[in-house]
């Protein structure tokens, strides 16, 4: 069975603080994994992927995941927040034409 | 030129009316989704459809049902409203399965039952 964790439903920062929202998945199968960032009042926006290849995969506005098997994790990180980062973050697992998704992490800036 | 738009962005009926809410993609994507987000913003499909399978999730009351005029479109029917349907209902779609695809969200449609 596949299913996706996030710990930590919230997650604060300091604006220019690092930022590492953690996944860590199970899988029977190589999974394709992605991290979605939601805005208040917002659909889900595809912030970055990982399919084959590099393991460590960047985004959009900065932010990057790196791919650990040993690990089964799939954190992701931004060097330096931006009070524009607040928002919902979901990591998701597809395997075939199934797509799991995390109970997601909550990040507030603190300025 | 939106990808995925839903209609309405804001729903407001009382318990025991039935509503609809329409989703149109223009991504040329076989495969459409309903999530319902609840108030702890939890993440729940309800269904996936393309235009061979549908598959329900079993949780799902069968109040609610899909309907697919057409590969651009799922509409979201919902009969005998309750108070527990309140919720952000978000719309998908994807490319077909097999491949390593994301999905693409609608902008989504609050509904409050009262």
């Known amino acids: 069975a596949q299913s996706v964790t996030q710990l930590g439903s919230h997650v604060s920062v300091s604006e220019g603080a690092l930022v590492l929202l953690r996944c860590n998945y199970s899988?029977?199968?190589?999974?394709?994994l992605f991290w979605y960032v939601q805005y208040p009042n917002q659909g889900l926006q595809l912030l970055l992927k990982?399919?084959?290849?590099?393991?460590l995969v960047k985004g959009i506005n900065g932010f990057e995941a790196e791919f650990k098997k040993s690990e089964t994790s799939f954190h992701l990180t931004k060097p330096s927040a931006h009070m524009s980062d607040a928002a919902e973050y979901f990591c998701a697992v597809s395997v075939g034409n199934q797509f799991y998704f995390g109970t997601g992490t909550s990040l507030t800036v603190i300025p | 030129d939106t990808a995925v738009s839903q209609t309405p962005k804001y729903l407001v009926t009382q318990m025991g009316n039935d509503k609809s809410i329409k989703c149109e993609q223009n991504l040329g994507h076989d495969t459409m989704y309903w999530y319902k987000q609840d108030s702890k913003k939890f993440l729940k499909i309800m269904f996936s459809y393309n235009n061979k399978e549908l598959i329900i999730n079993e949780t799902v009351p069968n109040r609610f049902s899909p309907k697919s005029p057409d590969k651009a479109h799922l509409n979201l029917h919902i009969n005998s409203l309750e108070l527990g349907d309140s919720a952000v209902y978000f719309c998908?779609?994807?490319?077909?399965?097999?491949?390593?695809?994301?999905?693409?969200f609608g902008p989504g449609t609050r509904l409050t039952v009262t």
């Open positions: 899988s029977s199968v190589p999974p394709y």
């Open positions: 990982y399919t084959t290849g590099a393991t």
């Open positions: 998908a779609s994807s490319q077909p399965s097999g491949r390593p695809y994301e999905q693409y």
